[in-house]
């Protein structure tokens, strides 16, 4: 049996978020993950500007080692549809610190960079190909057995995403389809039409509506081509998402031409999303849960790798102090549930908000209507995309008297 002080379940963002902040504070940090890097992750591939602030936030080398060696493409910018196909550009914000505002990457080489950063660490120790079978907590530690041997801690960390075999060992729950999206990605090569600066595009359309077609640009004329959607929704109306996504690509009057000379790169492959859309219990007695694996995920764009990074960042923080303090239990760990959502609970409430005017189509389409016109509107717009800070104060009602009446 091999003795740590913490065992982190997850080598995404979020356990590598979490190992990058605790090394160097006296601890011994094991990360396992039941794959070998480099990996393919389902995933959307796009890197918010708040993705690229968080990895700053971690350590200016870490961000400066992003910018200069990883294979992403720059973009500056979101281009939004409607459902009547008027559409609608939002420029992000540049940084002093990165060429773009933010990049899309193909996870394979995201998450293997961010594994790269903790692998070597003198205090962490990886152990890939490490399936978890059983996790045992006592009053006084924690053992994780998995198919290769036994490990030993204090406290668990699980970062191992939407199906984290922590949660459903230690606080037992299962999927809640009301707080749940369906997506489904693929590789194209030769998509056309991209904006001159590289935006993201979200396409809401009628027939999918509250969720969106996506086409996202990426390196060597290649892009990430998806569909997101409520799995309620999917229940409720018995769509085939699969069915679903092909017939936009090869009929919707807005898009079909763009793929005219394209080829996919894959088959279609499907992962789910746990949104934010409530409120869980994010820990117990000695464990927290970090990124997908705590829900994290926005319920307006689908985002959580920048919450994923930043839950770890805050459960290095929490964890250091435990350990100060030798304190494990649920009692103690509700400290970090609360800082937590003190950060994430308004941005995911203005969120649920916008998602709910998708259930209303012309309202939507009004909205992008006058977004050129108004810089209100247009300042709304950037808010979701690009400005957390923005976002927060979206949910004051001052700014909807001055959206309605000015």
């Given amino acids: 049996m091999k003795n740590y002080d913490i065992i982190i379940v997850g080598a995404g963002p979020a356990g590598c978020a979490c190992a ?4 160097g504070k006296g601890l011994r940090i094991a990360v396992i993950d039941k794959d070998t890097f480099p990996r393919d992750k389902i995933c959307g591939d796009a890197l918010s500007p708040d993705v690229v602030a968080q990895l700053f936030r971690m350590g200016i080398a870490l961000g400066q080692d992003f910018e200069q060696t990883v294979a992403k493409k720059g973009t500056h910018g979101v281009r939004l549809f409607a459902p009547n196909q008027t559409s609608v550009d939002v420029t992000m914000a540049s940084t002093e610190h990165t060429h773009a505002p933010g990049y899309v990457s193909k996870r394979i080489d995201f998450d293997n960079f961010m594994f790269n950063q903790i692998k070597n660490l003198p205090d962490v120790e990886t152990f890939e190909q490490h399936k978890v079978i059983k996790i045992t907590i006592t009053p006084e530690a924690v053992t994780v057995e998995t198919d290769h041997e036994t490990l030993h801690a204090k406290t668990i960390v699980g970062a191992d995403g939407a199906n984290s075999v922590v949660r459903r060992q230690l606080l037992k729950t299962n999927i809640e389809r009301a707080h749940h999206y369906a997506g489904l990605r693929q590789y194209y090569q030769n998509v056309t039409g991209f904006h001159e600066k590289n935006h993201v595009e979200l396409h809401f359309y009628d027939d999918i509506l509250p969720g969106y077609f996506w086409i996202f640009p990426l390196p060597n004329n290649q892009a990430n081509v998806g569909i997101g959607m409520s799995a309620t929704e999917i229940s409720k109306r018995r769509i085939n998402l699969k069915e679903k996504l092909a017939h936009i690509i090869q009929h919707h009057p807005a898009v079909k031409d763009r793929f005219k000379n394209a080829t996919p790169l894959e088959t279609v492959k499907g992962f789910g999303l746990p949104v934010g859309s409530k409120k869980r219990a994010c820990s117990g007695h000695r464990f ?24 770890g960042r805050i459960a290095a923080t929490h964890l250091v102090q435990a350990f100060q303090e030798n304190k494990f239990d649920e009692q103690y760990n509700k400290l970090f549930d609360r800082g937590l959502y003190a950060k994430l609970w308004r941005e995911f409430q203005f969120s649920k908000f916008f998602l709910n005017i998708l259930s209303y189509p012309k309202l939507f389409n009004a909205i992008f209507g006058i977004a050129n016109k108004s810089k209100v509107v247009s300042k709304l717009l950037t808010g979701i995309i690009d400005n957390r800070d923005l976002k927060k104060s979206l949910v004051s009602p001052s700014f909807y008297y001055r959206l309605l009446f000015k």
Avoid: T, V, Y
Wanted: aromatic fraction near 4%; hydrophobic fraction near 45%.
């Fill in 20 to 23: 990058h902040q605790l090394s």
């Fill in 288 to 311: 927290l849960l970090l990124g997908d694996a705590a829900c994290l995920i926005d319920p307006f764009s689908g985002e959580g790798i920048g919450n994923a990074l930043r839950s």
